[in-house]
Structure formats: C-alpha cells, structure tokens
T-cell receptor
Framework: QKEVEQDPGPLSVPEGAIVSLNCTYS??????FMWYRQYSRKGPELLMY????GNKEDGRFTAQVDKSSKYISLFIRDSQPSDSATYLC???????????FGAGTRLTVKP | GAVVSQHPSRVICKSGTSVKIECRSL??????MFWYRQFPKQSLMLMAT?????????EQGVEKDKFLINHASLTLSTLTVTSAHPEDSSFYIC????????????FGDGTRLSIL
C-alpha cells in the first residue's frame, strides 16, 4: 500500500462546476498537508497549505483535512478552463521537510 | 515571495555529455534543496536531498556518482548528470525549503533533459 493514494483521473468537468479532489494516506505521523498545481511542463505551484485537521479557504479553493479518516480534499468552486492542470497532494510529518506526494489528478475544465 | 529559479529549462545533447542544472532560491535562504525526477504522467520521484555545506542524501536506487549534487550556498544547488545516456532523459525539478517554521517546499519550473 502506498503512503499516499490519489486517483490519477483524468477528470473532466464543464466550466463553472465544483471540483472535488481527494487523497488518502496511511501514515498517522503526517501533520502538514499541501496541494500543488502543476501545469504541463512546469514545476508544481503551491496552492494550499494546512496544518493538522480542519478547513482552509482561499478564494475559489477550499482545503479540508480529516486526520481521523486520513483523508484530505481540495474543492474548486466555479471552475475555469485555466484550472486545467494536474493537482498533486503532498504531506509531511513534523518538520515539513520530508514530503510524500500523491500520483496527481489530471483535471480538464471544458469551456 | 518564495521564488525558485531553475536553469536551463530545456537541454538537448548527445549521449556521453555531462549536463549541469542550477537551482536558485531568489528571495529566501534555502537550508535544504531537493531534486526530483518526473516521468510523463507520473508524480515526482525524490532523487536526493541536499543541505547547504554538506553531502547530499540520495534515495535508494539513485546513483550518486551519476547524479552529482552540490549545495555550496544557501541560495544555490546544482545537479550534474554525468555522462548522460538516453535513459536519463526526463523532467528534473528542484525545490527549496527555508527551514523550521518556513512555508513548504517551493519548486522551480523544471528542466527537460533529452539525450540523443
């Protein structure tokens, strides 16, 4: 079993839809949870960063962490074609240094 | 803030050539830099972790003599692919981390290496 599981998709939605992206993990030591967005042939860009359980909102993006279920989510409201990218979840234990990545979910938002 | 610059973005060279890739943190001091390799439609594979002024720590299966890493300052790390062969063709990405209490790793834009 991988430490971090993420459905690679691909996921295709119409413009304006709410997108839900998820990851599960097995290591209870993870404390820091990140979502990165990666456009084709570019490096990952940090989108959301949360510590421990709870929700965090930034514009159209909401990150949720449920440590009891070892489950994290990223919601994108009013999705736009420019949101089309691969979304990577990542998590790390205490020192925010040793990160483990999910496989990435490829999202396409169609106009 | 937290900008990481990686250069070059694209390299095409003949088999047997050594290729150097630079990773710079432009607006913060990076206590740790990471080098990843990414195959098409796959996630990031950590190759090595380097701390300023010390030897890099390589992940299992990564040849340290093949992939030379130097982290000479708090803002610069280099990866040299020595005597590159076609199987070394890949997308190489660096990231930088500012240390305890800092934001998570910030990534460069990657280097696409093609060995003919």
């Amino acid at each position: 079993q991988k430490e971090v599981e993420q459905d690679p998709g691909p996921l295709s939605v119409p413009e304006g839809a709410i997108v839900s992206l998820n990851c599960t993990y097995s290591n209870s030591a993870f404390q820091y949870f990140m979502w990165y967005r990666q456009y084709s042939r570019k490096g990952p860009e940090l989108l959301m960063y949360t510590y421990s359980s709870g929700n965090k909102e930034d514009g159209r993006f909401t990150a949720q962490v449920d440590k009891s279920s070892k489950y994290i989510s990223l919601f994108i409201r009013d999705s736009q074609p420019s949101d089309s990218a691969t979304y990577l979840c990542a998590m790390s234990p205490y020192n925010n240094n040793d990160m483990r990545f999910g496989a990435g979910t490829r999202l396409t938002v169609k106009p | 803030g937290a900008v990481v610059s990686q250069h070059p973005s694209r390299v095409i060279c003949k088999s047997g050539t050594s290729v150097k890739i630079e990773c710079r943190s432009l607006d913060f001091q990076a206590t740790t830099m990471f080098w990843y390799r990414q195959f098409p439609k796959q996630s990031l594979m950590l190759m090595a972790t380097s701390n300023e002024g010390s030897k890099a720590t390589y992940e299992q299966g990564v040849e340290k003599d093949k992939f030379l890493i130097n982290h000479a300052s708090l803002t610069l790390s280099t990866l040299t692919v020595t005597s590159a062969h076609p199987e070394d063709s890949s997308f190489y990405i660096c990231s930088a981390y500012g240390g305890q209490g800092a934001q998570p790793q910030h990534f460069g834009d990657g280097t696409r290496l093609s060995i003919l």
